[in-house]
């Protein structure tokens, strides 16, 4: 029995195949047609599909609590924020759903942090290019292009800069300033990684110029980039930290996590019915337990390293432009071809693959995917490339 599509709200193109199962690297839609999965769910599914520890985390939690409201402490709420506060150096966390919603929390506490601490400074230095998320608020504080004018009037309070412009930041930082926030590898954008050294550098200016340093590591967070965080690349630790995507292994789960001086909230200030439940909360510590072992976060490192050096090949091959990124997230600059027709193409030819500009294709597949599900890709991306 196939169910209608007619009342699925479009809201985006969707290719007409109805997913119906998964299993690590592969999906299968509802006629038996079988996927290599580059994409896994928009760099979610951290362990692949239905990895074995994210279905007996949310079995064992699902027979012992799975909601108990946010009002009361939870145990599996407990762990995962110590797991984060490990993880990340900081120290105290606010779970949630969605990236954007950590983003939304992120802003809020930065203005509650400038409040307090300097003088009612509310407004957040971005980057062109960037992406924060689809609320009002977060879609102002996005740098993507044809963001601008829409459903006004527009959350203000934020200021864009171009990525890598230290300059820049330095000059649009004034006495409303509050913080600067950036994704370590701009992921929606097509791949751009902000640099270690410009990090590094934004890191002091913050400090120096006494304001507040917000990553955005929804995508890069959660060993993508083949660290558990992004920003560990450049041995900094920022005041805010935000992650979803990958931390929920599949499940909608997000974190704010901040320093114990920044995290100012008083009662009342932030909440939300689901947040802090301990069924998604007990996945992300299966999940957050998987990645941060050092011989999964090497094994990202080393398949990353290869799929970069596969790319590199098969673009020298054929005339094609740069790879960028880092771990398992990388993007191919194609010359001569329609990102998107590729992407079409490749989606007939059995391969999941996402393109973010028209041209560039992103990578992001498991990160338990094997060396063999990247040359598998890679045959089947050269097919869909075509001659
Ligand atoms: C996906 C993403 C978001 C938004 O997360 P949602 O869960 O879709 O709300 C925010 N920032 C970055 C960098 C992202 O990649």
Same mark, same amino acid.
């Given at each position: 029995?196939s169910?209608?599509?007619?009342?699925?709200?479009?809201?985006?193109?969707?290719?007409?195949?109805?997913m119906?199962?998964?299993a690590?690297?592969w999906?299968?839609?509802?006629?038996?047609?079988?996927?290599l999965?580059?994409?896994q769910?928009?760099?979610?599914?951290a362990l692949?599909?239905?990895?074995?520890?994210?279905?007996?985390?949310?079995?064992?939690q699902?027979?012992?609590?799975?909601?108990?409201?946010?009002?009361?402490y939870?145990?599996p709420?407990?762990?995962?924020?110590?797991?984060?506060?490990?993880?990340?150096?900081?120290?105290?966390i606010?779970?949630?759903?969605?990236g954007?919603?950590?983003n939304?929390g992120?802003?809020?506490?930065?203005r509650?942090?400038?409040?307090r601490h300097r003088d009612?400074?509310?407004?957040?230095?971005?980057?062109h290019?960037?992406?924060?998320?689809r609320?009002?608020?977060t879609?102002?504080?996005?740098?993507?292009?044809?963001?601008?004018?829409i459903?006004?009037?527009?959350?203000?309070g934020?200021?864009?800069v171009?990525?890598?412009d230290l300059?820049?930041?330095?000059?649009a930082?004034?006495s409303?300033?509050?913080?600067?926030m950036?994704e370590?590898?701009?992921g929606?954008?097509g791949?751009?990684?902000a #640099?270690d050294?410009y *990090?590094? %550098? /934004?890191?002091?200016?913050? &400090?120096?110029?006494?304001?507040?340093?917000? +990553?955005?590591?929804i995508?890069?967070g959660?060993?993508?980039?083949g660290?558990?965080?992004?920003?560990?690349?450049a041995?900094?630790?920022?005041?805010?930290?935000?992650?979803g995507k990958?931390?929920?292994g599949?499940?909608?789960?997000?974190a704010l996590?901040?320093?114990g001086?920044v995290?100012?909230f008083?009662?009342?200030?932030?909440g939300?019915?689901?947040n802090?439940n301990?069924l998604?909360?007990?996945?992300?510590?299966?999940?957050?337990?998987?990645?941060?072992r050092p011989?999964?976060?090497?094994?990202?490192?080393?398949?990353?390293?290869y799929?970069m050096?596969?790319?590199r090949a098969?673009?020298?091959?054929?005339g094609?432009g740069e790879?960028r #990124?880092r771990?398992? *997230?990388? %993007? /191919?600059?194609?010359?001569? &071809?329609?990102a998107?027709k590729v992407?079409? +193409?490749?989606?007939?030819?059995?391969l999941l693959?996402?393109?973010?500009?028209p041209?560039?294709?992103?990578?992001?597949?498991?990160?338990?995917v094997?060396?063999d599900?990247?040359?598998?890709?890679?045959?089947?991306?050269t097919?869909?490339?075509?001659?």
């Open positions: 029995m169910a209608s599509l007619d009342h699925v709200m479009r809201i985006t193109e969707r290719p007409s195949p109805v119906v199962k998964g690590g690297s999906l299968w839609d509802r006629d038996g047609k079988r996927y999965d580059f994409v769910g928009w760099a979610v599914n692949g599909h239905s990895p074995r520890v994210v279905l007996d985390a949310l079995s064992a699902g027979e012992r609590l799975i909601s108990c409201s946010p009002a009361y939870n145990e709420m407990a762990r995962l924020a110590a797991l984060l506060a490990q993880a990340s150096g900081l120290d105290q606010f779970l949630c759903n969605s954007a919603e950590a939304e992120a802003i809020k506490l930065a509650k942090w400038g409040g009612g400074a509310y407004e957040i230095i971005t980057m290019g960037s992406f924060h998320g609320t009002l608020a879609m102002a504080a996005s740098g993507k292009p044809g963001w601008d004018d459903f006004p009037p527009k959350v203000h934020f200021r864009k171009p990525l890598g300059g820049a930041v330095a000059a930082i004034s409303r300033t509050v913080a600067v950036l370590p590898i701009q929606e954008a791949v751009y990684p #640099g050294d *990090l590094r %550098a /934004l890191s002091a200016l913050t &400090k120096e110029r006494g304001i507040l340093l917000i +990553a955005d590591e995508q890069t959660i060993g993508r980039t660290r558990f965080f992004g920003f560990q690349h041995g900094i630790t920022p005041d805010i930290v935000t992650v990958g931390l929920g599949g499940v909608p789960l997000a996590i901040a320093s001086p995290s100012c008083e009662y009342g200030d932030q939300g019915t689901f802090g301990p998604m909360a007990a996945v992300g510590c299966a999940v957050v337990e998987a990645v941060a011989e999964f976060l090497e094994s990202v490192v080393s398949n990353g390293t799929l050096a596969r790319l098969l673009a020298a091959e054929q094609h790879v #990124g771990g398992l *997230l990388q %993007a /191919l600059a194609l010359k001569g &071809k329609d998107k992407s079409a +193409a490749a989606l007939d030819n059995g693959v996402n393109a973010p500009r041209d560039s294709l992103r990578f992001m597949p498991a990160l338990t094997s060396r599900e990247i040359d598998e890709m890679l045959k089947l991306l097919v869909s490339l075509g001659a």
